[in-house]
């Protein structure tokens, strides 16, 4: 049932492969509990799950952590009842645990400037170039590091400066590349013609390549600009995800509809983009001081 539940995730839901991947973990977890102490998955009781949640508790997993494996076990069984293959959900009467909401780490313009600018050199390698790039299309488009790396040489266009992206639940959607961007990939797509490997379908497709060839991984990509954000003078656990939470929040701060970035973002909810807006409110308060008449204070 499990592996039938996941193959409904990946070709009904549409899910990624790392999301699909994530729920199985999650609920092959659960049933490795209950194996365990000689449970069935259909006689569970709620003082089962409860146990189960302390269990994750004492292991020390995050509340976020939890709440999403909750999840993924409530979906399991909702698919069972579906087929038939259950009465009831044992996890009908656990709530999730109330969580804090993260704000999203980000770096300022200055900082996202002095990122790009530092990596620039007379006789970089065709990878240094090739992170160069990434870093400036990260921070051009918003892309999630998925995203980034399953992108061909068909999904774009330098004229237009457009880009089709793929991202969760296959929807698809555009971004665009500013003059920045296209200038590098310029650059980039002549040196990349002389290490992409023919007989490597995958790599001839795809824009990002690795140094043997082949099409560039998310792991990859983490890897090779990791050297590049640990070395940038800030305070802050950077990832390259990060530089997505950057793009989010600069054009938020620039007066972009908060629609308009969830549309570019591929948020599904607008809630999800709205974490965002905290860090617009110094644009908000200088907006209501200018604009409403008791606003304004006298200057000591």
Known sequence: MLELYLRYLSHIRNLSDNTVSAYGDDVRRYLDFLSERCLDEDNVETMDVRAFIGRLTSDGLSTRSIN????????????RIKQGQAQSNPLKYIKSFKQESRLPNF????????????????????LQMRDRTLLEFLYSTGCRVSEAVS?????????????RVTG?????????????????LNEYLKRRRYFVKADREDGYKALFINGK???????????ALSRYLDALAVKKKVSP????????????NKGADIRVVQELLGHASLNTTQIYTHVSLNRLKKIYNES????RMKEE
């Open 68 to 79: 999403r494996m909750l999840s993924s076990i409530r979906g399991y069984y909702r698919f």
């Open 107 to 126: 770096l300022f313009e200055e900082e996202i400037g002095e990122l790009l600018e530092k990596n620039e050199s007379a006789e970089e390698s065709f």
């Open 151 to 163: 992108i061909n040489l068909n999904d774009f266009d330098l004229n237009s400066g457009t880009c």
């Open 168 to 184: 969760k639940g296959r929807k698809e959607r555009t971004v665009f590349m500013g003059k920045s961007l296209k200038n590098l």
């Open 213 to 223: 060839g082949g099409r560039l991984t998310t792991r990859g990509l983490r890897f």
């Open 241 to 252: 995800h990060t530089i997505r939470h950057s793009f989010a929040t600069h054009i938020l």
């Open 292 to 295: 409403h008449p008791h606003a």
